[in-house]
């Protein structure tokens, strides 16, 4: 069983930058799919990005462009770098881990662009 602990979120104006960090134990996850989703108030979990075991990108298209997602096989963990950020971008970030059918989801971390 993967464990995947997300850090990074915290209070930001709009137009700054922040850096998810999600590390996983219990299992390497090197084959793994990684990526991010996420929930703000009242609305449904949405995909934000992943990444495969050969590098291959995937991003919604409201964050296209202004959010890049990275592995460390090494470290056994997947960033998530948020650049002009904007009130929208206002959620709380899941990191997952998903092999075949199996998905593994983390705590969460919440994000919150305001002025």
């Known amino acids: 069983q993967v464990q995947l602990v997300e850090s990074g979120g915290g209070l930001v104006q709009p137009g700054g930058s922040l850096r998810l960090s999600c590390a996983a134990s219990?299992?390497?996850?090197?084959?793994?799919?990684l990526g991010w989703y996420r929930q703000a108030p009242g609305k449904l979990r949405e995909f934000v990005a992943s990444?495969?075991?050969?590098?291959?990108?995937v991003y919604a298209d409201a964050v296209r462009g202004r959010f890049a997602i990275s592995r460390d096989n090494a470290k056994n963990a997947v960033y998530l770098q948020m650049n002009s950020l904007k009130p929208e971008d206002t959620a709380v970030y899941y990191c997952?881990?998903?092999?075949?059918?199996?998905?593994?989801w983390g705590q969460g971390t919440q994000v919150t662009v305001s002025s």
């Open positions: 997952y881990a998903r092999r075949g059918i199996q998905t593994n």
């Open positions: 990444i495969t075991s050969s590098m291959f990108t």
């Open positions: 219990g299992s390497v996850v090197s084959m793994y799919v």
